[in-house]
């Protein structure tokens, strides 16, 4: 083999090394240690199509909230909480606060069709900071 054949030989191999490297870390999830005292609120529209008649559009909801609160490493504080009627909107509160991947995990699961007849938009997830140090 020739020098010149070698080389680049040896080119491509690093460049599809280097291609592999750069799209596993673009593509890899990654979860970050989040402060133990900090929350998310995470607030959705909810609606049901079809839904079974003895099961109500808030008992869904909790239910599909609970449910997806599984993918994650977070764990609600309190209940679950109706914020307004019309649209019907509820809110959790997540403690610690989600990473990022773990944002996209919840809020994919609660937009998925994972109860059947229940339909969640994730309307805001805002964070919130833990108790003062010292207070």
């Known amino acids: 083999m020739s020098a010149k054949r070698a080389l680049a030989l040896l080119c491509a191999v690093l460049v599809i090394g280097g291609g592999v490297v750069a799209l596993r870390r673009a593509t890899q999830s990654t979860h970050y240690p989040q402060d133990p005292d900090s929350s998310v609120r995470v607030v959705v529209e909810a609606r049901s199509n079809r839904a079974e008649p003895n099961h109500d559009l808030e008992e869904l909801t909790e239910a599909h909230l609970w449910y997806c609160r599984l993918e994650i490493g977070s764990d609600p ?3 679950v909480q109706r914020v307004s009627d019309d649209p ?5 509160v997540l403690r610690p606060s989600l990473d990022s991947t773990d944002r996209k995990q ?3 699961c609660l937009e998925d069709w994972s109860l059947d007849h229940q339909l969640l938009h994730v309307v805001s997830m805002t964070a919130e900071a833990g108790p003062e140090e010292g207070a």
Do not use: L
């Not at 019907?88 to 959790?92: G, Q, V």
């Open 88 to 92: 019907p909107r509820f809110a959790i």
């Open 77 to 79: 504080v309190g209940e």
């Open 106 to 108: 919840y809020e994919g």
